[in-house]
Nanobody, 123 residues
Framework: QVQLVESGGGLVQAGGSLRLSCAASGRTFSRYTMGWFRQAPGKEREFVAAVHWNSISRYYGDSVKGRFTISRDNARSTVYLQMNSLRPEDTALYYC????????????????WGQGTQVTVSS
């Protein structure tokens, strides 16, 4: 079992930055692929980024590539999402997720989910 708690969301102006954190509890965090997804009001949940347990493989959604960076600290059981050059369309509830498989953009590959942290970008 893995419990995930996101933090770091908030209100920021367009062009600004935020760093999201996701703290995991459980003994085997270091073996899980970790991902970030987001869901805006009235829209389906969207893949943002994912990182393999060894940090070598990282995937990004097309809309955030070049602006967001995912990283993890296995010693701290934490995964991060550094978000730069934020845009109003980045406004969403951001979820952290953990999965046993390889790096994936697909929600069903992730078994554990956090409650989400809200990010709001004003224009």
């Amino acid at each position: 079992q893995v419990q995930l708690v996101e933090s770091g969301g908030g209100l920021v102006q367009a062009g600004g930055s935020l760093r999201l954190s996701c703290a995991a509890s459980g003994r085997t965090f270091s073996r899980y692929t970790m991902g970030w997804f987001r869901q805006a009001p009235g829209k389906e949940r969207e893949f943002v980024a994912a990182v393999h347990w060894n940090s070598i493989s990282r995937y990004y959604g097309d809309s955030v590539k070049g602006r967001f960076t995912i990283s993890r600290d296995n010693a701290r059981s934490t995964v991060y999402l550094q978000m730069n050059s934020l845009r109003p369309e980045d406004t969403a509830l951001y979820y952290c997720a953990a999965g046993n498989g390889g790096v994936s953009r697909t929600e069903k590959e992730y078994e554990y989910w956090g409650q989400g942290t809200q990010v709001t970008v004003s224009s």
